[in-house]
């Protein structure tokens, strides 16, 4: 069963520090996400990817969010300098389109401290 | 904004109780999907439904999406402490990111 595959599972870091989550997606998926799930609340949409370029943002995707698929495999979420409420569970997902569901990624739980 | 509502928030059943949740929205989706979320884990894809009135099967779970596309239900049969988790409805249209439910977390005790 193919799978999406995050790094690092936990990254712990400084209020204000950069950090960088990644993500392997499905190798034939065509469409790529990001979601968050702060602690005890629902999964929540981030940004969509298709192309190699943004295709959606939501308003919590503001200017210290990026997204990369740098070298055709590796799907990039880079927090330019991180706040206390940026701790969550951040997921990856990829999709083939159409009706298919998304396959998410074991995500990473980022603390900041 | 397009909003799921599950229900109930929370559920605890005895092995072997036939249970059912619902995800409701005001507004139309072109599929809805459920998901089972266990701790510290993503979410994992159960089932895709498309068409009003559309119901799927997966051994003792079945998925009911209603005829106005803008509801579903998940009834389980006689449940298994391996059911215990938590149950996600996520709603799509086109080619729009999913929106997520809250979630109902079930816990079946033996």
């Known amino acids: 069963e193919p799978e999406v595959t995050q790094t690092p599972s936990h990254q712990v870091t400084q209020m204000g520090q950069e950090v960088i989550l990644r993500c392997v997606p499905i190798?034939?998926?065509?469409?790529f996400y990001w979601y968050r799930q702060i602690l005890g609340q629902k999964v929540e949409f981030l940004v969509s990817?298709?192309?190699?370029?943004?295709?959606?943002k939501s308003e919590i995707f503001d200017d210290q969010f990026s997204v990369e698929r740098p070298d055709g495999s590796n799907f990039t979420l880079k927090i330019r300098s991180t706040k206390l409420e940026d701790s969550a569970m951040y997921f990856c997902?990829?999709?083939?389109?159409?009706?298919?569901?998304?396959?998410f990624g074991s995500g990473t739980r980022l603390t900041v401290v | 904004t397009q909003l799921l509502e599950q229900s109930p928030q929370f559920l605890s059943i005895q092995e072997g109780e036939n249970l059912t949740v619902y995800c409701n929205s005001s507004?139309?989706?072109?599929?809805l999907q459920w998901y089972r979320q266990e701790p510290g884990e993503g979410p994992v894809l159960l089932v895709t439904?498309?068409?009003?009135?559309e119901v799927k099967k997966l051994k003792r779970l079945t998925f009911q999406f209603g005829d106005a596309r803008k509801d579903s239900s998940l009834h389980i049969t006689a449940a298994q402490t391996g059911d215990t988790g938590l149950y996600l409805c996520?709603?799509?249209?086109?080619?729009?990111?999913?929106?997520f439910g809250k979630g109902t977390r079930l816990s079946v005790i033996a």
């Open positions: 439904v498309v068409t009003g009135g």
């Open positions: 997902a990829s999709a083939g389109g159409g009706y298919y569901g998304y396959t």
């Open positions: 190798s034939n998926h065509l469409y």
């Open positions: 507004s139309v989706f072109s599929s």
């Open positions: 996520a709603g799509g249209s086109g080619n729009t990111p999913l929106v």
């Open positions: 990817f298709y192309n190699n370029e943004i295709s959606e």
